[in-house]
């Protein structure tokens, strides 16, 4: 059974950095396809960046493009996101999903594994 475990959420400052990590287990992460998502109160889901799993195919969403850096490593089976610049409109629950179905990029509907999420809050 595949889980998936956010972590390094909090409460910071516009302009701040953070990095969110994200571990999976249960099944092979090599294998893996890996993306963040994030959701706002109030808003609909929206796709934030994905690598696939040689990690030589990567995509950012237009929002954070610049700013926010995916990255994975495979030796503790876990994936970041290294957030910088940070702006109250990046306040939201993050969300790292995984797909063995091939490269799922910004479409959530071809993420088959969700972790419970870690909320993001960025004061101005």
């Known amino acids: 059974q595949v889980q998936l475990r956010e972590s390094g959420g909090g409460l910071v400052q516009a302009g701040d950095s953070l990095r969110l990590s994200c571990e999976l287990s249960?099944?092979?992460?090599?294998?893996?396809?890996m993306g963040w998502f994030r959701r706002a109160p109030g808003k609909e889901r929206e796709d934030v960046a994905a690598?696939?799993?040689?990690?030589?195919?990567?995509y950012y969403a237009d929002a954070v493009d610049g700013r926010f850096t995916i990255s994975r490593d495979g030796a503790k089976n876990t994936v970041y996101l290294q957030m910088s610049h940070l702006k109250p409109e990046d306040s939201a629950t993050y969300y790292c999903?995984?797909?063995?179905?091939?490269?799922?990029?910004?479409?959530?509907?071809?993420?088959?594994?969700w972790g419970p999420g870690t909320q993001v809050t960025v004061s101005p």
């Open positions: 999903a995984a797909t063995y179905r091939g490269w799922g990029g910004a479409r959530a509907d071809l993420y088959d594994y």
């Open positions: 690598i696939s799993r040689s990690g030589v195919t990567i």
């Open positions: 249960g099944r092979s992460f090599s294998d893996a396809d």
